[in-house]
């Protein structure tokens, strides 16, 4: 009995200090982009200001002049699962000599009223035929036997 005793306090104790009361928090990106993003003023902020402001650019599309920031923030619910509460995206755009010269905004509410095309890319590459699945098919048997007797 005694025994049993000892084994339940050590059970209950490990139970309670492997549980945790603080939420859990993942941020991917910016944090408080939002906030961050009203320091930035149009035709003011220059590129080297937008790096103190927000960092170093997360993503750069040259040919448009643009960086893109954006932070999302998840937390798992209680029973595991992934809860996305903060999913913001930034573009800010540049003219040619790098000042600010717009910039929009998305935040959780605007992403689901975008529309999205139901139209399909054409690829460039081979169609799927019989003898192109059949070749492939092929080639991976060879490379699992050979990776077998290495």
């Given at each position: 009995?005694?025994?049993?005793?000892?084994?339940?306090?050590?059970?209950?104790?490990?139970?309670?200090?492997?549980?945790?009361?603080?939420?859990?928090?993942?941020?991917?990106?910016v944090s408080n982009l939002k906030?961050?993003?009203?320091?930035?003023?149009?035709?003011?902020?220059?590129?080297?200001?937008?790096?103190?402001?927000?960092?170093p650019v997360k993503i750069e599309?040259?040919?448009?002049?643009?960086?893109?920031?954006?932070?999302?923030?998840?937390?798992?619910?209680?029973?595991?699962?992934?809860?996305?509460?903060?999913?913001?995206?930034?573009?800010?755009?540049?003219?040619?000599?790098?000042?600010?010269?717009?910039?929009?905004?998305?935040?959780?509410?605007?992403?689901?009223?975008?529309?999205?095309?139901?139209?399909?890319?054409?690829?460039?590459?081979?169609?799927?035929?019989?003898?192109?699945?059949?070749?492939?098919?092929?080639?991976?048997?060879?490379?699992?036997?050979?990776?077998?007797?290495?």
């Open positions: 009995m005694f025994i049993l005793k000892k084994l339940f306090i050590v059970l209950l104790t490990l139970i309670l200090t492997s549980c945790t009361l603080n939420k859990i928090d993942n941020v991917h990106g906030n961050k993003i009203k320091l930035i003023k149009i035709s003011k902020s220059n590129k080297n200001d937008v790096k103190k402001i927000l960092g599309e040259l040919k448009e002049k643009k960086w893109i920031y954006f932070e999302v923030r998840e937390t798992k619910t209680k029973y595991g699962k992934k809860d996305i509460y903060v999913n913001d995206y930034a573009e800010i755009f540049f003219n040619k000599y790098g000042i600010a010269s717009k910039i929009e905004f998305y935040d959780l509410s605007k992403m689901n009223k975008i529309k999205f095309t139901k139209d399909r890319t054409q690829t460039l590459g081979v169609k799927d035929t019989f003898s192109k699945n059949l070749l492939n098919s092929t080639r991976k048997r060879l490379e699992n036997a050979r990776k077998k007797f290495k």
